[in-house]
T-cell receptor, first 113, second 111 residues
């Protein structure tokens, strides 16, 4: 079964600290993997998108890595800010005939001052 | 370019009623997808429209339907509302398979 699992479910860190969010998937074959940031009550906003041949992609303080062999991805946030408090969702596009998106349940991050 | 817009932003209905939500995609985008998001279930795919045709459909009952107009604007309809339909409904538009842009969502509360 095609699944995307994220860990941890929730995370609390102090402002200025780094953190890493994990995404494990069983989707195969896959076209690309995306990380979204979603503020409470708003739509998700894309942070990074990687194809199966890419290992890392950065967007400011956000760096995503991808290991297609182990089917794992991580999102590393450097020098966290209060505005990083949000849910982070990992999404994998399944390369079937319909190119469906398989969503993880997200990690809720709270950055405290 | 203006982003994806959804109307209304907030809606309160009672059980048994029906509701129509609207989504205007980014100019030039022909694909529009709809999602339901609840705290317990995360993002659940409802359906995708491309050039006025439903291209993909999720596992939702027939009470959930949608359509897309020639200008790519899309509407989603939910009939005979149930309490469990309370959720944030998100619309996303895309030009290619590589990127999707989400709207702010419509918060539906069913009483």
């Amino acid at each position: 079964k095609n699944q995307v699992e994220q860990s941890p479910q929730s995370l609390i860190i102090l402002e200025g600290k780094n953190c890493t969010l994990q995404c494990n998937y069983t989707v195969s074959p896959f076209s690309n993997l995306r990380w979204y940031k979603q503020d409470t009550g708003r739509g998700p906003v894309s942070l990074t998108i990687m194809t199966f041949s890419e290992n890392t992609k950065s967007n400011g303080r956000y760096t995503a890595t991808l290991d297609a062999d182990t089917k794992q991805s991580s999102l590393h946030i450097t020098a966290s800010q209060l505005s990083d408090s949000a849910s982070y969702i990992c999404v994998v596009r399944w390369m079937d005939s319909s190119y469906k998106l398989i969503f993880g349940s997200g990690t809720r991050l709270l950055v405290r001052p | 370019k203006a982003g994806v817009t959804q109307t209304p932003r907030y809606l309160i209905k009672t059980r048994g009623q029906q509701v129509t939500l609207s989504c205007s995609p980014i100019s030039g985008h022909r694909s529009v997808s709809w999602y339901q998001q609840t705290p317990g279930q995360g993002l659940q795919f409802l359906f995708e429209y491309f050039s006025e045709t439903q291209r993909n459909k999720g596992n939702f009952p027939g009470r959930f339907s949608g359509r897309q107009f020639s200008n790519s604007r899309s509407e989603m309809n939910v009939s005979t509302l149930e309490l469990g339909d309370s959720a944030l409904y998100l619309c996303a538009s895309s030009f290619s398979a590589n990127e999707q842009f989400f709207g702010p969502g419509t918060r539906l509360t069913v009483l």
